[in-house]
């Protein structure tokens, strides 16, 4: 049995124990159903995500990973199936969601500081905290992204990286339970995703949230989480579920280990022979 087959079958007990955080049931999603415009984004399909656990959803494009994200916001409605977050059915989208996009969407008339405070979450607050708990929190998370001495900057004096940043900090300071982001830095070059990544783990294993991670990028999602999920293409379904047995805290060195890239090839050839 080669090495990254015994690594799969490696368990995080801690994870095993916890309880199912997201349950999907059967949820799938058609757009324009009973048009002429109708498409099958999402094939029914079902997937749980533990208390605590990373959990990278990974599928070629246009699969619907993105559609998929967004019934767990509660910001589109299934067609069919259910979902729960943390026990209870999600009818609306949740004050506990944070969310990160590939864009940042930071306000370019506001500081950094203030873009994080300025709240971006499924529900949205409309007005920022102005509590010195909360305010104290948001130039923490900043330090802790590597932008002391930044939070005065507006976003056009900030790099890509720097912004998105921002974003991490935004999604973190209302201390969600949930996290999700949708391929965050598939706008970022490869340094400074690489960069990104670390950052996110960092502040990932210090915050701990419940976290699904829409990328495309297999490296990305065997780096960051607990379980990689495998859409087919469209209409996506999860047609694999493995789960990733590096110990953490993870440096990017790990990405230079046979496992890992025995993992990569793994996910490569399921990506390159994905079913309709
Ligand atoms: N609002 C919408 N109305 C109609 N069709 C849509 C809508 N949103 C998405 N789709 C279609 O659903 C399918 C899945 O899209 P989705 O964005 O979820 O895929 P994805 O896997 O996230 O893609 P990518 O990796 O390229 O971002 C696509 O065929 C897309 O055209």
């Known amino acids: 049995m080669s090495s990254a087959a015994t690594a799969l079958r490696l368990v995080r007990p801690a994870l095993e124990a916890a309880a199912d955080y997201v349950v999907v049931e059967g ?10 415009q109708q498409v099958e984004a999402v094939a029914p399909t079902s997937f749980t995500v533990k208390a605590g656990e990373f959990v990278a959803l990974l599928g070629p494009s246009g699969c619907g990973k993105s559609t998929l994200l967004m019934m767990v916001a509660g910001l589109d409605a299934p067609s069919r199936g259910t979902i729960a977050v943390n026990g209870r059915a999600l009818t609306a989208p949740r004050a506990e969601t944070g969310i990160m996009f590939q864009d940042p969407t930071l306000l370019p008339w506001k500081s950094a500081l203030d873009n994080v405070l300025f709240p971006f979450r499924a529900a949205d607050r409309g007005t920022p905290a102005t509590d010195s708990a909360t305010m104290a929190r948001a130039a923490t998370l900043l330090d802790q992204v590597g932008l002391k001495g930044f939070h005065g900057h507006k976003p056009r004096q900030l790099s890509g990286g720097m912004r998105q940043r921002v974003a991490i900090c935004r999604a973190l300071v209302y201390e969600p339970d ?28 210090e915050h701990h949230r419940t ?37 953490r805290p993870r440096g990017l060195e790990i990405g230079e280990s ?5 993992i990569c090839g793994h996910l490569r050839a399921k990506i390159q022979h994905v079913p309709h």
């Open 211 to 247: 976290a699904l991670f829409v990328t495309h990028s297999i490296r990305e999602a065997v780096y960051l989480a607990d379980r990689v999920l495998v859409m087919s293409r469209r209409p996506g379904r999860i047609i694999e579920d493995i789960r990733i047995p590096f110990p």
């Open 27 to 36: 949820v799938g999603k058609t757009y324009n159903e009973g048009t002429r």
């Open 178 to 205: 949930l996290l999700l982001m949708d391929e965050p830095f598939s706008a970022l070059d490869a340094i400074t995703r690489d960069e990104m990544n670390l950052v996110l783990m960092k502040m990932w294993e």
């Open 258 to 262: 046979v496992e890992f890239n025995e």
